[in-house]
């Protein structure tokens, strides 16, 4: 690792944790990296449509809630030796309620705010990404249709947990990016 490696990632890191509070940014403690929870913002009035056959409760149309949040998403990312100057974050990105799809969208995003700053540190970049534009940027609007099921979607490149552990992700949906 270079010093000059080191130091960006110790100045990112500290930061974050600066800027964010610890719900929202905590730092491992062994290795250089962490976890981000990002609660999107969302506009008012925004409204789930819950459909799916997986529960009594739920009919042959659904049902519709207003909400003021969903479940966070998570991103965990672990910085290798040679960030930022070479090599980008080693993430993966969950969220319970978005699709295989959208999380790939979104993972490939991430990996393309990358490309474009390459040198340069990109997790507060991708954090504002996450938040502020997730919804624009998957053409999410209200009523968002969610499908109840009782398997977890999820993409791996390469697991990061043993293939059991999706069971105890509460449906969780994962997708890892190694470039």
Not at 2 to 20: G, M, N, P, R, T
Not at 91 to 117: I, M, P, R, Y
Request: include cysteine; glycine fraction near 6%; charged fraction near 20%.
């Amino acid at each position: 690792m270079s010093s000059e490696d080191k130091e960006a990632q110790e100045d990112e890191l500290l930061a974050l944790a600066s800027i964010y509070d610890e719900d929202e940014f905590k730092r491992a403690e062994s290795a250089q990296g962490g976890e981000t929870r990002i609660c999107l913002e969302l506009p008012q009035n925004f409204k789930i449509f819950v459909s799916g056959n997986s529960t009594e409760s739920v009919q042959n149309n659904g049902f519709e809630y207003t909400v003021c949040f969903l479940p966070p998403l998570v991103l965990n990312f672990e910085l290798p030796p040679d960030y930022p100057s070479t090599s980008p974050p080693v993430f993966t990105l969950s969220g319970k309620w978005l699709s295989q799809a959208q999380l790939s969208a979104l993972c490939k995003h991430l990996d393309n705010v990358w490309e474009e700053n390459r040198g340069c540190v990109v997790l507060f970049a991708w954090m504002q990404f996450l938040k502020e534009e997730t919804l624009s940027y998957l053409n999410i609007s209200s009523p968002y249709e969610l499908k109840m099921c009782h398997q977890g979607n999820g993409q791996s490149r390469t697991p990061l947990v043993p293939l059991d552990a999706e069971k105890d992700s509460g449906g969780a949906a994962v997708c890892c990016i190694f470039n």
